[in-house]
């Protein structure tokens, strides 16, 4: 890390030229990104019901219908005859527009009486849309527009997933902007209180720019091999701008100090980087491993944060570790131009956090016991935890695809508009078809069954018609519509799906697709990845600090406290997003389940901002314990040294996570809500008590490991040769300790 700070120092202005003339390469290539990503991603693409889907389209050209218009009269009845013009022209215009491959309607498909709401003011015309999912979600907005005048003078709403999803995208994509627009400026006051000066405070907001502008590049680049999220632009803005605030603040901090204490700009430079900066890089390396873990899913959306994380995550390290050295070594002192809060002495006596941790120090048992006791009732409501899927209810109750969805739930079967499609994979004889399909009407959950033999419902059979030969028939095999009289993503609709699945027999072989059946599987999915990719994430996490710390102990309870602080959160976002409480103040709907991915998210972004805080402290307290090999006074001085920057670190970063919760999307609200709280909890419950009191009760054990382990440490441990605060002192040279007392080692 020397060598590259030299190198960095020697060739400044060439680094800084590079960096110009990439930010407009990245602008020009990349600043177009969202228009590449897809909205969508969210199922698992070897489930059943993915397979199920890709089948109904090739064999049967058939599929759910997912763009709904809900007409209604405020007066009088839907079949009036001037209400039944208007439906007929709507289903007409409908049948005509392009991308619309089919069409179902209460006017001209025989007045079906689920099309018909339960007051007889609102009926239904549903359609299927043709194309991949991003083609039919851009082709709902466009519809919604050309259907709209046809419907006049009557009552108009657009539901179905397509609609629904165009505008959560773009709700959650007018949100972004607004977020930025909010936590900007009061990112930038924050940083110049944190900083002290104009100079210093710009520092993160450039090397911010490099790194998302260089994501936006690296994203357009991998979106011609693979399918990208849109959603992953959130991590991208978030976490590109707040590991910027990390890392430029460890940095800055420590070139701060070496100044005070008398250095040159290029010494007090390559100290800085020699610790910092090699902090710095060693904490990518532990978030990196967080967003490592999400590629073991096979679910794109999942994928995409973690193409998105380990993107954004070494391009702040490395412009941190490069382009921030050199605008340090071009202002030079200058960094404190513009100061504008007076800066403290550099002083030998302890701060507020050093005074923190002595407290801690002398009465460890209590903050253990108060502390552990206050996270673990935080954590109880973890129990509860249900994991759901997004629906039209993560919309804010204004919006118009979210109001015509509820007048779906509230005057209609909801699983009109997202049925189980049930694919027969077999030829069967008309008599198996229409026994099965009562077998499935006699499922509690089902209002309906559609079958090329007739419909099945409340025990009456209607007989076929030439739409159902023409929807179900024309193999091989056939399909059944099954409509859900419960909510499609509920606990209900998941036994529903169970047991259709399992009337499957050698003869009559069943298969399951459909809105509920995606949420069984992709909780499945997710269920059966997650414990290897929590394996992953513990074991690098293990090995990674072992080879910075030389310890057994330390990397343990690093991972242990990162847990309950973990469950700590989850348990408080399942207390408010699941149950509902201060919803109204929060401006969101509770559902009674979380959805599937976000707490998964949560757990790779926040334990990766965790290590990293955990790493920067340690750091400071290795460095030191190697110079006086005393435990409570490494302590102390490293939290004194390290507790203002990671608070203060913690503290922005909650700026833009609280920006992130103004959305009023639910999901990506919880999403803010959850990584502020998770890392306020781990700054200042954590780091600034827990850490502390429990290295104070270790004592020398904090730095044990046995011998094969100590050699194998200072062989291949990610340290530097020479650590800064050995050759600090002035020794002779018969005194300096040999390769067997090298710092790191213990007794």
């Known amino acids: 890390m020397r060598r590259l700070a030299a190198f960095t120092v020697r060739r400044r202005r060439a680094v800084l030229l590079a960096a110009l003339l990439f930010l407009p390469i990245c602008a020009a290539f990349g600043g177009g990104v969202a228009t590449r990503l897809t909205h969508g991603g969210f199922d698992d693409p070897s489930s059943e019901s993915t397979w199920v889907h890709q089948e109904l389209e090739r064999r049967f050209d058939a599929g759910r219908f997912d763009f709904v218009v809900i007409l209604g009269t405020p007066e009088g009845d839907v079949d009036d005859d001037d209400v039944s013009e208007v439906g007929l022209a709507v289903t007409d215009a409908l049948r005509d527009a392009p991308g619309v491959a089919d069409v179902l309607s209460y006017w001209a498909d025989g007045r079906l009486p689920p099309l018909r709401g339960e007051d007889g003011r609102q009926a239904i015309i549903a359609a299927r849309l043709a194309g991949d999912y991003d083609q039919r979600v851009a082709r709902a907005a466009d519809l919604a527009e050309e259907i709209a005048p046809v419907a006049e003078p009557l009552e108009v709403g657009f539901s179905g997933q397509a609609a629904v999803a165009e505008a959560a995208s773009r709700q959650a994509e007018e949100d972004l902007h607004t977020s930025e627009l909010l936590s900007a400026p009061f990112t930038f006051v924050a940083l110049v209180i944190v900083f002290g000066s104009l100079v210093a405070a710009l520092l993160p907001l450039s090397v911010a720019v490099v790194t998302v ?334 080879l910075m710390t030389g310890s057994l102990l330390v990397p343990v309870k690093a991972l242990a406290l990162n847990i309950l602080s973990l469950t700590a959160t989850f348990g408080g976002m399942v207390w408010v997003f699941q149950e509902g409480h201060f919803d109204g103040v929060l401006g969101f709907t509770a559902t009674g389940s979380l959805d599937s991915f976000t707490p998964v998210l949560m757990f790779c972004i926040a334990f990766g901002l965790s290590m990293d805080y955990e790493v920067f402290l340690l750091s400071r307290m290795k460095e030191e314990y190697d110079l006086e090999r005393d435990n409570e006074a490494a302590i102390v001085v490293g939290l004194d040294r390290t507790g203002r920057v990671v608070t203060a670190a913690a503290l922005l970063l909650s700026i833009v996570f609280v920006a992130l919760s103004t959305s009023e999307v639910a999901v990506v609200k919880l999403f803010g809500v959850g990584l502020m709280v998770a890392v306020l909890v781990d700054a200042f419950l954590i780091r600034a008590t827990l850490v502390p009191a429990l290295m104070s009760l270790a004592g020398r054990a904090n730095w044990w490991a046995p011998r094969p382990l100590r050699r194998f440490h200072l062989r291949y441990g990610i340290w530097e040769n020479e650590p800064i605060a050995v050759l600090d002192r002035r020794v002779s040279s018969a005194a300096a300790p040999g390769p067997a007392e090298e710092p790191g080692t213990t007794d």
Do not use: C
């Not at 490069?322 to 960094?335: E, Q």
């Open 213 to 546: 502008l260089g994501t936006f590049l690296a994203l357009t680049l991998l979106t011609g091999v693979t399918d990208v999220s849109v959603f992953a632009l959130n991590l991208t803005t978030g976490l590109g701008l707040g590991l910027a605030i990390d890392y430029s603040l460890f940095v800055v901090a420590r070139y701060r100090e070496e100044l005070a204490l008398g250095h040159d700009v290029e010494p007090a430079l390559a100290r800085a980087m020699q610790t910092a900066g090699r902090t710095v890089a060693f904490s990518a390396g532990t978030v990196m491993v967080s967003m490592l873990a999400l590629l073991l899913f096979p679910i794109t959306y999942l994928r995409s944060f973690g193409y998105a994380g380990l993107i954004v995550v070494p391009l702040a390290a490395a412009t941190a570790i490069v382009v921030l050295p050199a605008l340090l070594a071009v202002l030079g002192p200058r960094v404190e131009a513009g100061r504008l809060v007076r800066r403290e002495r550099e002083q030998r006596v302890p701060g507020f956090w050093g005074r923190q941790a002595q407290r801690v120090v002398r009465s460890p048992w209590p903050y253990v016991v108060v502390v552990t006791a206050v996270l673990l009732v935080l954590a109880l409501p973890f129990r509860n935890f249900e994991s759901g899927r997004i629906d039209d209810r993560v919309l804010p109750t204004s919006n118009p695809a979210r109001q015509a969805t509820d007048d779906l739930r509230r005057n209609f079967t909801l699983g009109e508009s997202e049925p189980l499609e049930v694919l027969v994979d077999a030829d069967v004889t008309d008599e198996q078809v229409s026994q099965l399909a009562r077998e499935i009407l006699a499922i509690p959950g089902v209002a309906r069954v559609d079958a090329v033999t007739g419909s099945y419902l409340d025990g009456v059979s209607v007989p076929p018609d030439d739409l159902s030969e023409a929807r179900f028939g024309g193999g091989p095999g056939t399909w059944m519509s099954v409509v859900p009289s419960v909510e499609p993503v509920s606990l209900e609709a998941e036994r529903v799906v169970a047991d259709v699945r399992a009337l499957s027999t050698a003869e009559v072989p069943v298969l399951v697709g459909g809105a509920s059946a995606e949420l069984v599987d992709t909780k499945s999915a997710i269920g059966s990845t997650l414990p290897w990719a929590l394996l992953v994430v513990a074991v690098s996490t293990l090995l990674l600090l072992f």
